[in-house]
């Protein structure tokens, strides 16, 4: 039950009416956005989910040398983090009892897919309804990208087979293909939805404390999954960059294939740029704007 929804907002957006979908898809993509009605537009946003999900997929077979460098930084950051996993583990589960209860809650509701994809869809339904670009396109962004990055999660937890904190065998202790959930640690499902979220909003703004309160709230989920004892920090690490990949693919779709008519200025906008900075009682990732 606890992807349902996740597939049930994957059909909605690919498989609902799809010989409809495929009959019309020339009519559609030759149509300004703009005058076309709520049905059309559903469609127009299902197609494009699905498309951005396929480029998120085939972007690996087009890599080049700095997205190499980035996934070699991304390896070394989990070497490191995985030689402190037991020492972070215990910080937190020190920590877990003086932690806001309002935190930890929110952490879970808000990472739960349920919860998370009511959300996401809601910002969507909100842009269709209103015919509001800039918005349907932040809600195909979320979606595509959760979706995309939930199916990875999926696939790659039971295949690494990670036993969680709370097991009790260690950071060391893997059983790929499990069908226990305590063996299904890594990477973070509640890390990914909440970043993938807070990542896709914070591309829209250009103010830098606008962002930074917003990453800021979808790091609340991974934090509390580790006050809970629920994943070792490698597996909030690995999440978080699913996340960012994700999002960011998707997003270069979107932009790439002009999908949207939104006076955003994608090119003079900055990037982030993430960085792993380990110091002296402290360790985490830095996003520099």
């Known amino acids: 039950m606890k992807y349902l929804l996740l597939w049930l907002t994957i059909f909605m957006f690919v498989n609902v009416s799809r010989a409809q979908i495929i009959d019309s898809l020339v009519d559609i993509e030759e149509e300004n956005p703009k005058e076309q009605n709520v049905w059309q537009r559903f469609k127009y946003d299902g197609l494009t989910a699905y498309q951005g999900l396929k480029y998120t997929y085939s972007r690996p077979f087009h ?19 995985y030689s402190v996993d037991t020492n972070l ?33 809601g910002v969507y339904l909100f842009g269709l309804f209103t015919n509001n ?8 962004l979320m979606i595509s990208a959760a979706s995309a990055a939930g199916l990875i999660q999926t696939i790659t937890k039971n295949a690494i087979g990670r036993a969680r904190p709370g097991t009790g065998d260690g950071k060391h202790f893997f059983k790929p293909f499990s069908k226990e959930g305590g063996y299904h640690s890594m990477p973070s499902g509640h890390s990914i939805l909440s970043f993938t979220m807070a990542h896709a909003i914070a591309k829209q703004f250009d103010n830098i404390w606008v962002k930074s309160g917003i990453y800021a709230v979808g790091l609340v989920a991974p934090v509390s999954r580790l006050w809970a004892g629920a994943h070792w920090a490698t597996d909030i690490g690995a999440g978080i960059f699913i996340s960012v990949v994700t999002v960011d693919a998707v997003d270069n779709f979107l932009f790439k294939e002009r999908k949207y008519d939104v006076d955003v200025p994608y090119k003079q906008q900055r990037k982030i740029s993430w960085h792993f900075t380990p110091g002296a009682g402290t360790i985490g990732f830095v996003g520099v704007f």
């Open 63 to 81: 890599w080049k040398e700095k997205d190499f460098l980035t996934a070699g930084a991304f390896v070394a950051s989990e070497a490191i983090l």
């Open 89 to 121: 583990n215990r910080y937190f589960q020190d920590q877990s009892p003086h932690a806001p209860q309002f935190l930890k809650d929110f952490g879970w509701y808000y990472g739960s897919p349920q919860n998370n994809y009511m959300a996401m869809g």
């Open 133 to 140: 670009q800039k918005v349907r396109r932040t809600g195909v």
